[in-house]
């Protein structure tokens, strides 16, 4: 019974996991599509201040109960408030006005690799060889995608400095997952995730403010105000949500690994809406990234460093 009731909690986990980077797919998607018409601070100024209206009436009954907490652990909070929600955003935004969307996709398969090397460095943990092994299968299938299955391709392919920014946001976003280790013991998740975005949309706001006075403010239309809001639910409250909960339960370094289905999402996604071609070295990729999630998150393990 026990082993079945974790064998449920694993799978779990792993669908939560899967659904938090589908939902960032389309984020990058929307994002890109917006860059010439929203100012990027604004973005992120916006998207954050709607998930905080739509977390608000789930939210504020369980935050006056865990004021306490809060008061307690607000440094934790402020820390992964202001570089999972403000900087992080910011930084891919900004970098999105300068790459395209499957670039960003494709860069944040950094991240497994940023938290396996954060967690060795600041913590002193590392993954099994087992574990090991799938995020190098994984990894493998993303620059297969990259490449398009051409050596040449990759070797040529080249950052410029909206890559760059982007890279800097997914550092960032690793040492927020790193970081989730610090939440708050005993506070309720929507909690959690209320008080961390305020805490992110207060950072970036003087900060749009600028962006506003420097002759780049923000135009409404009912299509940005939508895709906003589109993206505020989805991708702020939903996919925060599931991530959190993933990573608490498998770990920083397993749960890492997920992001990796970005690109598979967006290969999926152009081909069934936007007709482009299913190549060999798309399926390739695919199967190399999902072999590789599979051998982490089934049998891969986190042990500390020094240990078996």
């Known amino acids: 019974m026990a082993a079945t009731t974790a064998r449920e909690g694993r799978g779990s986990s792993i669908a939560l996991l899967t659904l938090a980077p589908f939902f960032w797919s389309i984020n990058w998607i929307v994002g890109r599509g917006l860059a010439n018409d929203v100012p990027p601070l604004a973005m992120t100024f916006y998207r954050w201040l709607f998930a905080i209206v739509i977390l608000a009436p789930f939210a504020l009954p369980s935050l006056a109960r865990d004021l306490p907490i809060i008061r307690r652990h607000w440094k934790a909070l402020a820390g992964l408030g202001v570089v999972g929600v403000g900087i992080h955003n910011a930084l891919a935004y900004l970098g999105l006005h300068d790459t395209t969307a499957v670039n960003g996709v494709i860069l944040n398969s950094f991240i497994p690799v940023l938290i396996v090397a954060f967690s060795w460095l600041l913590l002193r943990e590392r993954l099994s060889a087992v574990g090991l092994a799938g995020v190098a299968i994984s990894l493998c299938g993303v620059l297969t995608i990259l490449s398009r299955g051409s050596l040449a391709a990759l070797l ?59 002759g780049h403010p923000m135009v409404w239309t009912w299509t940005r105000f939508a895709a906003i809001a589109g993206i505020a639910l989805f991708s702020s409250v939903l996919a925060y949500v599931f991530w959190n909960r993933g990573v608490e339960r498998l770990g920083a370094s397993i749960a890492g690994l997920f992001v990796h289905l970005m690109p598979v999402f967006g290969v999926v996604l152009a081909w069934a809406t936007l007709g482009e071609r299913l190549a060999p070295y798309h399926v390739a990729g695919v199967a190399l990234i999902l072999a590789g999630i599979w051998a982490t998150s089934r049998m891969g393990r986190v042990v500390a460093a020094g240990t078996d």
């Open 156 to 214: 040529a392919f080249r950052l410029n400095g909206g890559d760059l920014l982007i890279v800097l946001s997914m550092a960032m976003w690793s040492l927020y997952t790193i970081g989730l280790r610090w939440r708050p013991p005993g506070m309720r998740m929507l909690s959690f995730l209320f008080v961390i975005a305020c805490v992110g949309d207060l950072a970036v706001l003087p900060l749009y403010l600028i962006e506003s006075a420097s």
